[in-house]
Structure formats: structure tokens, C-alpha cells
């Protein structure tokens, strides 16, 4: 997706991929701005750890709690904080590295496109899992005005964490733990169920069976098809993968990286390529 999109922008540079212990994640970081680096991604379990490896952060990725974007920077004429491709020519003295969040963006936006849904506003939301992804996705919905978010975790400790973080930014949101006695409007997997062919369903099948909400949404991308999804299509739901969040938070990263706008049709057609074919 990256490398089509740096060669349609005609951007000399490579997107490459690093197998990081965690351990090891502040040396990696540290190497990459002192190699001259201009930025780098993170994935699980990088995202929560960079929070307090990065040298500065997003005020959203702050409140969101995860970190998947690094952006090295460096200060202009003006000594304002820039990034590294906004240099130019001009010498590097200095360079910070700056965490943002493109994930909760990522999934609002591949929600309303995957779903034709252009406004949330007093939605109810099953959201299922209460990690880092969940949380993102919580607050960024919450941010859409929903009404009401039902939590559904195995470790209910976890789901109480999240319950009182979703209620301490936003007083008027409805945080219910378990399932809701009927349909909702929307339901979230954010659990890694589903990424092994042999994964028990992350949700309750009766429940699904019986309510049979119009909207599903997980958030794997590989394999194409989840046994959620295929449950969800049994079941008569709508139903989408989250190959859609990874096109988008990647597409932001660029942009936050290059300045540029992401080539998205281009990116697409090399997700959908060279994930599901």
C-alpha cells in the first residue's frame, strides 16, 4: 500500500518492514531518528509503549492511550517543528520524534463508507474486546455523538477500566457492560478472535442469531472473511473487514509524513491485491 503510494507521488524513499521485540522497541525508535528516518508505523504491542518512548505527543493520541504513527521532525528557519521531508535542503541539527494516532480516525471513516452511514448520532454501539483498539475506537465513536456503548469483554476488570474512561470524557455517553436485551445499530469486533481459523466466535451466536443488528464491523483485515462475518451474513447483517481502517490510517500517516494527498484508489487497489488475492 505505502511503496504504491510513494511511487504514484514519485517520493524517493521505501516503506519497509521490522520485526521488533518490545524490549527492544527504544533502541529501534532511537536508531531510526538517528539514521535519519521519516517516520515509522507500530503495531501491537508497540502502540501503548511508544506513549512514553516518543519525544512528544498528539494531544489525541494522548487521549486515545496508543501511538501508531511516529513522525520524525526537525525545526524550520522559523524554529518551528517540521517534518523531516519539509526540510529540504537545509541542514538537520536537531530531530524529535512525535507519536500520533491515525487508527481512530481510520474506523469512523471506513464505518460511514462501508455502511453508507454519514451520520451516528444516538447510534448504539455493541463493542466487543477493551484493549487498546477497542479503546480508540470507543472514544472516536463517542466523539460521533452515539448514544450508547455496551462493553463485552473477558476480563470485565478491563471493560470496568474502559467504562470509566469513556465516562470521564464524555458524562453524557450511556456505558453499559454486557449484552443489550435487543438489536443495536452497531457492533464492533475488536478482539484478535478471528485472526485463527480455529478462534471461537467473539460474540455470543444466540444473541447474534436473535437480534440480527444491521451493522458488523470487524476490524481483521486477514483473512478476508472471519467467522463473525460469515455469522453475521448467515444472520442477515450487513457486514465489513477492516481492510477500510487500514487504508485510511495508513493514507493519514502519509499524509502527516509527506504533506501530500494519499493516492487512496491506488493504495486500495494494492491492499486488495497483495492481501486478499
Keep these: 500500500m505505502q511503496n504504491a503510494a510513494l511511487a504514484a ?32 508505523n507500530l503495531t501491537v504491542p508497540h502502540k501503548l509503549l511508544a506513549l512514553d518512548l516518543v519525544d512528544a505527543v498528539e494531544a489525541r493520541a494522548k487521549l486515545w492511550g ?21 526540510a529540504g535542503d537545509a541542514a538537520i541539527k536537531e530531530i524529535r520524534s512525535h507519536g500520533f494516532n491515525t487508527d481512530a480516525d481510520a474506523i469512523v471513516q471506513s464505518l460511514k463508507e462501508d455502511f453508507q452511514w454519514a451520520d451516528m448520532r444516538g447510534a448504539t454501539v455493541l463493542l466487543l474486546g477493551a484493549g487498546g483498539a477497542a479503546r480508540s475506537a470507543a472514544l472516536r465513536l463517542a466523539e460521533e455523538d452515539v448514544a450508547k456503548i455496551y462493553l463485552v469483554n473477558r476480563t470485565e476488570e478491563h471493560a470496568r477500566q474502559l467504562a470509566a474512561n469513556l465516562t470521564a470524557h464524555h458524562p453524557r455517553l450511556s456505558v453499559i457492560h454486557g449484552y443489550p436485551r435487543d438489536s443495536v445499530d452497531l457492533v464492533v469486533n475488536a478482539t484478535s478472535l478471528g485472526l485463527k481459523p480455529n478462534d471461537p466466535l467473539p ?52 499524509k502527516l509524513w509527506s504533506g501530500a494527498q494519499p493516492p487512496l484508489q491506488i493504495m486500495r487497489a494494492a491492499l486488495e491485491k497483495n492481501i486478499h488475492e
Excluded at 21 to 28: G, V
Aim: glycine fraction near 6%; charge should be neutral.
Design 9 to 40: 507521488l514519485n517520493l524517493n524513499w521505501r516503506y519497509l518492514a521490522f520485526d521488533v521485540h518490545p524490549d527492544n522497541l527504544a533502541e529501534a525508535i532511537a536508531g531510526a531518528k538517528a539514521m535519519g528516518f521519516i517516520g515509522l
Design 203 to 254: 460474540i455470543d451466536r444466540a444473541w447474534l442469531e436473535s437480534f440480527r443488528p444491521p451493522r458488523i464491523y470487524d476490524m481483521i483485515y486477514r483473512p478476508k472473511e472471519t467467522a463473525l462475518l460469515r455469522a453475521a451474513r448467515a444472520a442477515g447483517c450487513r457486514a465489513a473487514n477492516g481492510l477500510g481502517m487500514l487504508l485510511y490510517q495508513g493514507a493519514e500517516a502519509l
Design 66 to 86: 496508543a501511538v501508531n504513527t511516529i513522525v520524525f521532525e526537525t525545526r524550520d528557519a522559523q524554529d518551528a517543528w517540521v517534518p523531516l521531508a519539509s
